[in-house]
């Protein structure tokens, strides 16, 4: 009888999990970065706040778009703006994640970069999620100084169009 409940179980989940990431849900999220755990050549860890906001056009691959920014003593304050997409591998909510970011450091230390994630989407309920990601930037400008490995920790929101809609 353990073993019939378990396994039930363990289909429910499967089931809800993939409809989570259906084509036509829209996301938002928001990501403290780094946490001081992540490198670079100068700096050795900063803090910095990321939000987030896409579309699911179709399944399984989300598209987004994002801003942030983020500051060290002594580092100047970034300010950054790019786009990005997740594939979310089937049934699971771990996803592999591509984006180009164009950082503004200086009016003289600009930057476009590159990046790549893996992360994964833990539901918390239905549509809330903790979303921790290892990700990698490449700076073209200046590889050795701000080329970045680092670690995220961001919340999610997973919401379909009727979701949205304000009931009266």
Do not use: W
Request: net charge positive.
């Amino acid at each position: 009888m353990k073993k019939m409940v378990f396994l039930l179980a363990a289909l429910l989940v499967t089931v809800a999990a993939s409809a989570q990431f259906e084509k036509g849900k829209k996301f938002m999220g928001a990501s403290l970065q780094n946490l001081d755990l992540s490198y670079n050549g100068l700096r050795k860890g900063h803090f910095g706040l990321d939000v987030k906001g896409g579309y699911m056009f179709a399944d399984n691959l989300l598209g987004y778009a994002q801003v942030a920014c983020d500051k060290q003593k002594d580092s100047p304050f970034t300010l950054s703006a790019g786009l990005g997409g997740r594939y979310y591998i089937e049934q699971n909510g771990l996803y592999l994640g591509a984006s180009v970011v164009y950082k503004r450091r200086q009016k003289s230390n600009n930057d476009v970069m590159p990046g790549v994630q893996v992360g994964y989407a833990f539901f918390l309920g239905r549509t809330v999620t903790v979303e921790p990601e290892l990700y990698y930037e490449q700076s073209f400008k200046n590889h050795k100084d701000y080329s970045t490995v680092g670690v995220r920790i961001g919340i999610g929101i997973y919401l379909f169009n009727d979701q949205l809609k304000i009931k009266r």
